[in-house]
C-alpha cells in the first residue's frame, strides 16, 4: 500500500514579479521552497516545484494587497487559499528568529508558520459579485481622490484672483459664476483665471464621472440585497466598501470582535488602580473612515445618532470622546444589518434583524 502523502502549508512572501515559497508539514519540518518569477512559465515551476503535495493549502500574505494577483491565479486553478495578516506573519517573524530583520525567505518561513500554526485564518474564495464591487468601489474612491485635488487646486488659485478667495463648499457651477465677474488686466491674472477655468471643466467632467459611478453602484448594491442601504449616512460606496471589505461575515463572533476589527473598539490601558482606555488606531482604516462619514452625516441632522451624541456631550464628554462613542455604537449596528443579511441569506434562522435604535 502506499504511503499517504501528508497535507502541507505552502507558506508565501508575494511581490508585484516574483515569490518566494517554503514547504511545510503539521510538525513544522520544511520539505520544499524556493523563489519563482510571476510570468507564466515561472507559475507553472512554482506549481509543478509543489506537485508532490496534493493535500496542500497556500498561505499568503497580503491576498487583499500584494499577494491578490497571485491568490486569485491560484484561486482560478482550484487551489485552496489562506489570508495572512501581515501582523500576525510579523510576530512570527520576531520570535522565529529573535529580531525582525527581513528576508524573502523569512518572510515566507514566518508565513508557513501562522498557516500551520494558526486556525480561524479567512479563507480566500472566489465571488464574482463582490470582485465587481470592489474594482468598482475603488475606483470611485480614485474619483473622488481626484476631486478632492483639483478643488484645491481651484481655491488655490481663486485666493490670489479674489479677496478672500471662494466659499469652503464650492460647486463647480458656482466657480464658473466667480470667474465670470473676475476681469484680470494683467499677463500673470490672465493665465490665473484660464487655468482655474480649466480646473473648473475638469470638475465638471468629474462630477459627470462620479454620479455615472454612483448610480452604477447603487444598482449592483441594491442586487446583493443588503439592507446596509437602509442605514442613515450609509450610500452606496459605504456599502460596497462595507461588502467588500468584510467579506465572509462569519468570521467575526460577535459585534465586539467586529468593533475592533473595525478600529471602533477602545484599547485598555489601564495601570494599577488608574483606570483609563485609549483610542484604537488599528482596525481597517477604510470601514473606520466610512463609519466617520456615517457618523458625521446623521449629526447633520435631527437622527437617533445626534441624539445620542448630544446625550454623550451632556454626560460631560468632549465632542471627540462623543464622536468616538457614537462611531463605536453605528460599527455595533453596522454589524447587526449584515447579521441579519447574513441569517436571512443563510436560512439558519429566522430572517430579518434587529432594531436599529441606538
Same mark, same amino acid.
Given at each position: 500500500?502506499?504511503?499517504?502523502?501528508?497535507?502541507?502549508?505552502?507558506?508565501?512572501?508575494?511581490?508585484?514579479?516574483?515569490?518566494?515559497?517554503?514547504?511545510?508539514?503539521?510538525?513544522?519540518?520544511?520539505?520544499?521552497?524556493?523563489?519563482?518569477?510571476?510570468?507564466?512559465?515561472?507559475?507553472?515551476?512554482?506549481?509543478?516545484?509543489?506537485?508532490?503535495?496534493?493535500?496542500?493549502?497556500?498561505?499568503?500574505?497580503?491576498?487583499?494587497?500584494?499577494?491578490?494577483?497571485?491568490?486569485?491565479?491560484?484561486?482560478?486553478?482550484?487551489?485552496?487559499?489562506?489570508?495572512?495578516?501581515?501582523?500576525?506573519?510579523?510576530?512570527?517573524?520576531?520570535?522565529?528568529?529573535?529580531?525582525?530583520?527581513?528576508?524573502?525567505?523569512?518572510?515566507?518561513?514566518?508565513?508557513?508558520?501562522?498557516?500551520?500554526?494558526?486556525?480561524?485564518?479567512?479563507?480566500?474564495?472566489?465571488?464574482?459579485?463582490?470582485?465587481?464591487?470592489?474594482?468598482?468601489?475603488?475606483?470611485?474612491?480614485?474619483?473622488?481622490?481626484?476631486?478632492?485635488?483639483?478643488?484645491?487646486?481651484?481655491?488655490?488659485?481663486?485666493?490670489?484672483?479674489?479677496?478672500?478667495?471662494?466659499?469652503?463648499?464650492?460647486?463647480?457651477?458656482?466657480?464658473?459664476?466667480?470667474?465670470?465677474?473676475?476681469?484680470?488686466?494683467?499677463?500673470?491674472?490672465?493665465?490665473?483665471?484660464?487655468?482655474?477655468?480649466?480646473?473648473?471643466?475638469?470638475?465638471?467632467?468629474?462630477?459627470?464621472?462620479?454620479?455615472?459611478?454612483?448610480?452604477?453602484?447603487?444598482?449592483?448594491?441594491?442586487?446583493?440585497?443588503?439592507?446596509?442601504?437602509?442605514?442613515? +449616512?450609509?450610500? &452606496?460606496?459605504? !456599502?460596497?466598501?462595507?461588502?467588500?471589505?468584510?467579506?465572509? /461575515? %462569519? #468570521?467575526?463572533?460577535? =459585534?465586539?470582535?467586529?468593533?475592533?476589527?473595525? +478600529?471602533?473598539? &477602545?484599547?485598555? !490601558?489601564?495601570?494599577?488602580?488608574?483606570?483609563?482606555?485609549? /483610542? %484604537? #488606531?488599528?482596525?481597517? =482604516?477604510?470601514?473606520?473612515?466610512?463609519?466617520?462619514?456615517?457618523?458625521?452625516?446623521?449629526?447633520?441632522?435631527?437622527?437617533?445618532?445626534?441624539?445620542?451624541?448630544? #446625550?454623550?456631550?451632556?454626560?460631560?464628554?468632549?465632542?471627540?470622546?462623543?464622536?468616538?462613542?457614537?462611531?463605536?455604537?453605528?460599527?455595533?449596528?453596522?454589524?447587526?444589518?449584515?447579521?441579519?443579511?447574513?441569517?436571512?441569506?443563510?436560512?439558519?434562522?429566522?430572517?430579518?434583524?434587529?432594531?436599529?435604535?441606538?
Amino acid at each position: 500500500m502506499d504511503e499517504q502523502v501528508p497535507r502541507v502549508v505552502i507558506g508565501m512572501d508575494p511581490h508585484k514579479r516574483s515569490v518566494t515559497i517554503e514547504v511545510m508539514l503539521a510538525d513544522e519540518s520544511v520539505v520544499g521552497g524556493g523563489r519563482f518569477d510571476t510570468t507564466v512559465e515561472g507559475y507553472q515551476a512554482m506549481l509543478a516545484s509543489v506537485a508532490a503535495w496534493p493535500q496542500r493549502v497556500w498561505a499568503i500574505e497580503g491576498c487583499e494587497g500584494i499577494g491578490r494577483h497571485i491568490a486569485h491565479r491560484l484561486l482560478a486553478d482550484g487551489q485552496d487559499i489562506v489570508d495572512v495578516p501581515a501582523k500576525l506573519s510579523a510576530r512570527a517573524r520576531v520570535f522565529a528568529t529573535g529580531q525582525g530583520r527581513k528576508t524573502d525567505a523569512t518572510d515566507a518561513h514566518s508565513v508557513a508558520l501562522v498557516g500551520t500554526r494558526m486556525a480561524g485564518l479567512r479563507p480566500v474564495v472566489s465571488d464574482e459579485q463582490l470582485e465587481v464591487l470592489q474594482l468598482l468601489v475603488d475606483r470611485r474612491r480614485s474619483i473622488g481622490d481626484e476631486h478632492t485635488r483639483k478643488i484645491s487646486q481651484l481655491h488655490r488659485i481663486l485666493l490670489e484672483l479674489l479677496p478672500g478667495g471662494a466659499k469652503r463648499y464650492l460647486s463647480a457651477a458656482q466657480a464658473r459664476v466667480l470667474l465670470a465677474g473676475v476681469r484680470p488686466r494683467d499677463a500673470v491674472g490672465k493665465t490665473r483665471k484660464r487655468v482655474a477655468a480649466e480646473l473648473v471643466s475638469d470638475l465638471e467632467r468629474i462630477y459627470a464621472r462620479k454620479k455615472a459611478a454612483d448610480k452604477e453602484l447603487q444598482e449592483l448594491v441594491a442586487a446583493t440585497g443588503t439592507s446596509l442601504l437602509g442605514l442613515h +449616512g450609509v450610500g &452606496p460606496s459605504g !456599502a460596497a466598501r462595507l461588502l467588500v471589505e468584510v467579506g465572509d /461575515l %462569519s #468570521r467575526f463572533p460577535d =459585534r465586539n470582535h467586529f468593533a475592533s476589527w473595525t +478600529g471602533t473598539a &477602545p484599547i485598555d !490601558a489601564s495601570s494599577g488602580d488608574h483606570v483609563r482606555h485609549r /483610542l %484604537s #488606531r488599528g482596525g481597517n =482604516r477604510q470601514i473606520n473612515r466610512m463609519l466617520h462619514i456615517m457618523a458625521t452625516v446623521q449629526l447633520r441632522t435631527p437622527t437617533e445618532g445626534r441624539a445620542y451624541f448630544d #446625550r454623550k456631550k451632556a454626560d460631560g464628554k468632549t465632542s471627540m470622546e462623543a464622536m468616538r462613542c457614537l462611531k463605536r455604537r453605528l460599527s455595533d449596528i453596522v454589524y447587526r444589518t449584515m447579521l441579519g443579511d447574513f441569517v436571512a441569506a443563510t436560512a439558519t434562522g429566522p430572517g430579518g434583524h434587529p432594531g436599529q435604535r441606538l
